[in-house]
């Protein structure tokens, strides 16, 4: 079945340091792949969604693209600041898929320090 | 901005009790979601709804129900509490396939559910 793999669970950085958070993912078809995140208290909000491989999503200074070769899909910020400190979670809708049927990853929490 | 409320907030249940989670939106958005979070598990998907009187089952029904009695209200039944379902639950809402642009999901703060 389709899956969505976060290996990096927790990442720490200083503020202005480069993030870059992966994911893996598998499936038979073509998926669209997005990056939710959620700060403490609050539940998941869309950051950038992504529907062509090779194509980038970019919001709020995050960056993402995905690469059906390599079946990755990776979010990158050049400079964090410490109200980036959330979780990022990786998705995936399947093309049969309904809206809203996503598979997501486990998460990456990551912690930015001033 | 669109508005996705759950209630309540926290509960705590003894096992073999009823317990209804409860969501409202005010989106006029046609889909809605239960997901429960999970720590190294993510968000999985439980039931789903097309509209008013559809339920859909997701990725891990079992030991659940849904109801959706109107478009705004959508709830998530747990006729016999067991304390594996003790997990933080999302509720959200969403529009119909159409343009990608549109796939965004909204959801609720969650509800916080502790079974004895």
């Known amino acids: 079945g389709d899956s969505v793999i976060q290996m990096q669970g927790q990442v720490t950085l200083s503020e202005n340091d480069f993030l870059f958070i992966n994911c893996t993912y598998s499936?038979?078809?073509?998926?669209?792949l997005f990056w939710y995140v959620q700060y403490s208290g609050e539940g998941p909000q869309l950051l950038l969604q992504?529907?062509?491989?090779?194509n980038k999503g970019s919001s709020r200074g995050f960056e993402a693209t995905y690469d059906k070769g390599t079946t990755s899909f990776h979010l990158q910020k050049t400079s964090v600041q410490e109200i980036d400190s959330a979780v990022y979670y990786c998705?995936?809708?399947?093309?049969?898929?309904?809206?809203?049927?996503?598979?997501f990853g486990s998460g990456t929490r990551l912690q930015v320090y001033a | 901005e669109a508005a996705v409320t759950q209630s309540p907030r926290n509960k705590v249940a003894v096992t073999g009790g009823k317990v209804t989670l409860s969501c409202n939106q005010t989106n006029n958005h046609n889909n809605m979601y239960w997901y429960r979070q999970d720590t190294g598990h993510g968000l999985r998907l439980i039931h789903y709804?097309?509209?008013?009187?559809?339920?859909e089952k997701g990725d891990i029904p079992d030991g659940y129900k849904a109801s959706r009695p109107s478009q705004e209200n959508f709830s998530l039944i747990l006729e016999l509490a067991t304390p594996s379902q003790t997990s933080v639950y999302f509720c959200a809402s969403g529009r119909d396939r159409g343009p990608v642009s549109n796939e965004r999901l909204f959801f609720g703060h969650g509800t916080k559910l502790s079974v004895l």
């Open positions: 998705a995936m809708r399947d093309a049969p898929q309904v809206v809203g049927q996503l598979t």
């Open positions: 992504v529907t062509t491989a090779n």
């Open positions: 499936t038979t078809g073509y998926p669209t």
């Open positions: 709804s097309y509209g008013a009187g559809s339920t």
